[in-house]
Structures are given as C-alpha cells and as structure tokens.
C-alpha cells in the first residue's frame, strides 16, 4: 500500500508506565528498523528484523526496551517502566533488503513522559 | 561506530554549492544519504554500494571512497528546498544492514 505507518502519533504517559509503539511497514518489504530520535539529535540505531532471520538488537538501551515483529509484517516496540529520558520521537523504517536496501520512513511516535 | 559528519552546519545562499562529508574508523560496505526537514521524517537520497561509485539525483550527487572509508554529498545551485538536516548511514563490512547515522549537518539556504 502507501507508506510505512506507526500509531500513535503522540504518547504521552506517567513515569514507570510501559508503552506500545506500532509500526506498518511497505507491504513486501522484508526488512524492518527501529530508530530512536532525540530532540535536535541524529538518528539512534534501536533494532533491526530482516525476514525470518534473528533480530539485531544490538542497539537496544536497557532490557527496559523489546521489539517483536510478526513474519515480515507489523512490529511493535514495547518500552516498560518508561523513564523520562525515553521521550524521543521513535522513527520506523522499511526497505527491501538485499537487492535494494533505501529505508522508507514512518512518520514517528513523539513520546513523552512525564 | 558512529561514523563522523562534517560540517555540523552550513548557511548558503540560493545557487551556492556545499558539500557534507562522512567518515568512518570501520571497513564500509555502504553509505546511505537522507534529508530530514523539521518536523518531517527522513526522506531518502541516495545509496552508495561500491567503492568509488558516483550517484546522481538530480543537483544533488555523493561520492564513494571505500579505501578512505569515507563519503561526500554534493549540492551545486542549491534551492530553499534544499534546506534541512542531511544524514549520512554506514553499514560496516561484518556488521550485516544495520545502518548506523551519523549526527547529521544542518544546511540552511538563504534567498
């Protein structure tokens, strides 16, 4: 269909809560990543899906942050016990992988906690 | 790891040309190139996959040196649209597809 997608938009949520970032890759596309994006900084390497192949999650912060991702489909980022220095904008992107690895980005999630 | 971008910022004015640079202490098997504008998400440029390899979209071109480790992005004429944040992504030889971006080069054009 049309682009990668991520819901919510925004989040706002209290200290010590756990929240759930969506995100809906490029249909057909076999590789997903996880970005992280603090205000006015670059982009933070989280994780990394391609396939049926074991994630990458060599960019994760603390065992605080998890991701899953069903086939080559949805993935959700789960951050428990949120701290405030989780508030980010978290950036989800696809590509192709293999042949042709450009990364198409979603919008983001702004995440604040408060 | 991360790789190293350079110049942090860079005001132009309309026509003038720049060029951003990224460099890597790892062996590199690619170098990606993305504008952000504010309060957007990353669009991407360009990929570069072999060493010495020259891409082109459209006034905006980068270059590829594998043995240097090391990337250009060109822009010639720049226009106002140009403006944004530019961010470099390597992916390091061993290190499968994760990208890791550099800090990103803010270029601002002026009329």
């Known amino acids: 269909g049309a682009g990668v997608s991520q819901s919510p938009s925004n989040k706002v949520t209290e200290k010590g809560k756990d929240v759930e970032l969506r995100c809906d890759p490029i249909s057909g596309h076999t590789a997903l990543y996880w970005y992280r994006q603090r205000l006015g900084q670059g982009l933070e390497f989280l994780i990394y899906?391609?396939?049926?192949?074991?994630?990458?999650k060599s960019g994760l912060p603390s065992d605080r942050f998890s991701a899953e991702r069903t086939g080559e489909s949805v993935s959700t980022l789960t951050i428990q016990r949120t701290q405030q220095e989780d508030s980010a904008v978290y950036l989800c992107?696809?590509?192709?992988?293999?042949?042709?690895?450009?990364?198409?980005f979603g919008p983001g999630t702004r995440l604040t906690v408060l | 790891q991360q790789p190293v971008q350079s110049p942090q910022a860079v005001i132009l004015r309309e026509g003038e040309d720049a060029v951003i640079n990224c460099s890597s202490s790892?062996?590199?098997?690619?170098v990606h190139w993305y504008r952000q504008k504010h309060g957007e998400a990353p669009v991407f440029l360009m990929i570069?996959?072999?060493?010495?390899e020259q891409k082109g979209h459209e006034k905006i071109s980068a270059s590829f040196n594998e043995k240097k480790q090391q990337s250009s992005l060109y822009l010639t004429a720049s226009q106002l649209s140009y403006s944004g944040t530019y961010f470099c992504g390597t992916e390091t030889r061993g290190g499968g597809f994760k990208t890791i971006f550099g800090a990103g080069t803010r270029l601002f054009v002026k009329a």
């Open positions: 790892k062996a590199l098997y690619s």
């Open positions: 899906f391609q396939g049926n192949s074991a994630p990458d």
């Open positions: 570069l996959l072999k060493g010495g």
């Open positions: 992107a696809s590509s192709l992988a293999v042949s042709e690895r450009a990364q198409f």
